[in-house]
């Protein structure tokens, strides 16, 4: 079936370091991914978006490499700071609607 | 630019009874899409307006619908609540809906509303 998923529910990282969140999926028909980071009683913030055309795309400090052959989705956080600390998701589209598959996130924790 | 806002923050009701949830997109976007977050299931789609009409669904039951109005500001209502609808209620906005070949738009989350059924 179709699914998104993550390797790692939780991660935690010292203050400073570099940061590898990672998502599998398993629609080869999905088009565009997402990153959302969401914080304790907030709504999913848009991180950084990719589509299937692409391989690497970067903003600031982040950077989401995508790995179509083996279905493979990271996310990289240079730097980490305390307030990156949240529960990033991982999202699939496919068809061009806007009906968002997520996976079941991975909460970091940076470490002062 | 106001974010995408969702009215109450919070609500408590028993079983049974029904629930309207509102949901103000971002000025100009035009879809609005409603997705339901709980600790077991995650986050999951249930539906997406677009100019005052549904253009996809998810695998939810009857119980739940929406409606978009002509200022694209939705509403979602949920009928003969249960205790397994305690759930954050989230809408998201984004320009278009992507479809008809039309490029994927960027999502925009609002906090959420957070329904707790006893």
């Known amino acids: 079936g179709e699914s998104v998923g993550l390797h790692l529910p939780t991660l935690s990282v010292q203050e400073g370091d570099n940061s590898i969140i990672n998502c599998a999926y398993s629609?080869?028909?999905?088009?565009?991914f997402i990153w959302y980071k969401q914080e304790s009683g907030k709504g999913p913030q848009f991180i950084i978006d990719?589509?299937?055309?692409?391989d690497k795309r970067q903003g600031q400090r982040v950077t989401v490499l995508l790995n179509k052959t083996v279905k493979h989705l990271s996310l990289q956080i240079a730097a980490t700071q305390p307030g990156d600390s949240a529960v990033y998701f991982c999202?699939?589209?496919?068809?061009?609607?806007?009906?968002?598959?997520f996976g079941t996130g991975t909460r970091l924790t940076v470490i002062p | 630019k106001a974010g995408v806002t969702q009215t109450p923050r919070y609500l408590i009701k028993t079983r049974g009874q029904q629930v309207t949830l509102s949901c103000s997109p971002i000025?100009?976007?035009?879809?609005v899409s409603w997705y339901q977050q709980t600790p077991g299931q995650g986050l999951q789609f249930l539906f997406e307006?677009?100019?005052?009409?549904?253009?996809n669904k998810g695998n939810f039951p009857g119980r739940f619908s929406g409606r978009q109005f002509s200022n694209s500001r939705s509403e979602m209502n949920v009928s003969t609540l249960e205790l397994g609808d305690s759930a954050l209620y989230l809408c998201?906005?984004?320009?278009?809906?992507?479809?008809?070949?039309?490029?994927?738009?960027?999502?925009?989350f609002g906090p959420g509303t957070r329904l707790l059924v006893l």
């Open positions: 629609n080869s028909a999905s088009d565009y």
């Open positions: 998201a906005s984004s320009i278009s809906s992507g479809l008809a070949g039309g490029v994927q738009e960027t999502q925009y």
């Open positions: 000025s100009g976007h035009r879809s």
């Open positions: 990719i589509r299937s055309n692409m």
């Open positions: 307006y677009f100019s005052e009409t549904q253009r």
């Open positions: 999202a699939e589209n496919k068809g061009g609607a806007n009906n968002l598959f």
